[in-house]
């Protein structure tokens, strides 16, 4: 394509934006409303799998030796169970360990056990896992080797917070299709008063022998450029509202009881700035393109 | 160079749609330069009209462009240079008597002058071909004779020029070849005619 027929589309795209600066608003509306939507239930939803992944790893198993364990089968087990697949990390509890934790447990009442020796307790590993589906697979390989006693697993917890985790990711992403369909609906439907009033100058650009696609690419870029400028805003105005909010929760004394951790907002830009130019862009094109057809058509 | 009269009550706009490819025909075929156009390809109509030249009764100028840009646009379409774009706008408004008025906006212009503008604009693409529907229907007496002396003044330098049209006097004082349609079949076809025998 020649130097000109670009300038002439973009020329023409830009004057479309600053020329219908009604229905350029509400697309604006539109589209920053259903981008905001999306940035607050995405940002919630990283914080959420956040948490469930930090609470994934402190998850674990406990896999406990014979009590007459050498110490080379105790080096030997660290290996094996380091090969095993989705294991993550492997910490070593000591018999030792093992009784302190005991008495720490009991309390005021430590001299219960003041009569034992840390001999009565079983060396054992501390198991976590890279990923809680990789679960069973895991145990089934710790289960089978000969040193193993006993494995505490917990379960339950694990296939809790798995189902969290997925349930968020499916609802952000139901969330995601309906409000693009929503603003899918309304952008054409705004774009579509913009080529009602340009009918007449779409009608002679047929006559004098301008293709659809050069009748439609204005319109489109028209499009694009609402759609990067309601992503442009609506970063601004996440990222500002996020780090508010975050800053306000963090100092909180209740949170800080939690000790659980919340993401940046730079840890998420990256994801978010190409969902948005994702968006912008793509609803620019579609939408502009769904209310062009009954106009092309002369 | 035929210089064609149409001559219909009902039915003209439908011929000049069919010959624009804006209608399909029923029955028959369409030849446009010796090429059968009746089964063009929707894609390929667009460049079927950049050889035609259309004017309207309603003269359809954009009233947010000057009488430059009007004409430039209809370059800008079929992505001319902007070199040549400059050469040939001025040359065309010229050749229709508006070269003072490239930078007015149409609604400053009287009829007549809207008129000279679409016709501009259809010529400014050397198209082989000019189709004008009521070309003076909106014109007083005089205006109308301006455009038709320049339409004839077009067709001398080459171009086929078809008019629709319903005014007797222009068509009985242009002796051009006229052909007269009556509900969608040829009645009368005179090389020299008048608006009717």
């Known amino acids: ?298 | 160079m035929p210089f064609w009269w149409v001559l219909q009550v009902h039915g003209k706009s439908t011929l000049i749609k069919l010959i624009l490819k804006e209608e399909e025909p029923t029955s028959g075929n369409i030849i446009i330069n010796g090429r059968d156009t009746t089964f063009l390809k929707p894609k390929r109509v667009p460049y079927l009209r950049r050889s035609m030249g259309v004017v309207f009764q309603d003269f359809r100028l954009l009233s947010d462009k000057t009488v430059y840009e009007n004409v430039a646009f209809a370059m800008n379409i079929v992505k001319a240079t902007p070199k040549h774009i400059r050469r040939q706008v001025p040359m065309v408004l010229s050749l229709v008597g508006l070269s003072g008025k490239a930078k007015v906006y149409p609604d400053e212009l009287s009829g007549g002058e809207q008129q000279r503008v679409a016709l501009a604009r259809a010529l400014v693409n050397n198209p082989s071909m000019i189709i004008a529907d009521e070309p003076t229907g909106n014109l007083d007496p005089e205006t109308a004779w301006d455009i038709m002396n320049l339409l004839n003044e077009i067709n001398l330098r080459g171009t086929t020029v078809v008019i629709a049209t319903h005014a007797k006097d222009i068509v009985d004082q242009m002796k051009k070849r006229v052909i007269e349609i009556e509900k969608g079949v040829i009645i009368r076809d005179d090389r020299k005619g008048g608006y009717s025998k």
């Open chain 1, 1 to 298: 394509m020649k130097y000109n027929v670009i300038n002439y589309f973009l020329t023409e795209g830009f004057r479309n934006v600053f020329k219908n600066k009604k229905s350029t608003v509400s697309c604006l509306g539109v589209m920053c409303a259903t981008m905001l939507i999306f940035g607050l239930f995405f940002t919630i939803g990283q914080n959420i799998n956040n948490w469930v992944e930090d609470l994934e790893a402190e998850q674990g198993m406990q896999v406990f030796m014979e009590f007459d364990a050498t110490e080379e089968e105790i080096s030997q087990l660290n290996d094996e169970l380091n090969k095993i697949e989705g294991v993550n990390s492997v910490i070593f509890v000591s018999k030792e360990e093992a009784y302190n934790t005991m008495k720490e447990r009991f309390g005021k009442n430590a001299k219960a056990i003041s009569g034992f020796t840390p001999d009565i307790f079983a060396v054992s590993y501390m198991v976590t896992l890279t990923d809680l589906s990789m679960n069973d697979q895991v145990y089934d390989a710790i289960n089978n080797l000969d040193t193993v006693r006993e494995i505490q697993n917990k379960r339950d917890t694990v296939e809790t917070l798995s189902k969290v985790g997925s349930t968020i990711k499916i609802v952000t992403f139901v969330m995601f299709a309906i409000l693009i369909l929503i603003s899918l609906f309304i952008i054409s439907n705004t774009i579509k008063l913009t080529v009602h009033a340009r009918r007449k100058e779409i009608s002679i650009m047929k006559y004098v022998g301008a293709t659809n696609g050069f009748i439609r690419t204005p319109f489109i870029i028209e499009g694009i450029i609402i759609g990067l400028i309601s992503g442009i805003l609506s970063i601004l105005v996440v990222g500002g509202g996020y780090n508010y909010i975050a800053n306000q929760i963090a100092q909180s004394e209740t949170w800080q009881k939690l000790s659980l951790g919340i993401l940046s907002f730079g840890d998420m830009i990256v994801q978010i700035v190409l969902v948005y130019m994702f968006l912008g862009v793509g609803i620019g094109i579609i939408g502009s393109s769904i209310s062009m057809r009954k106009y092309l058509d002369v």
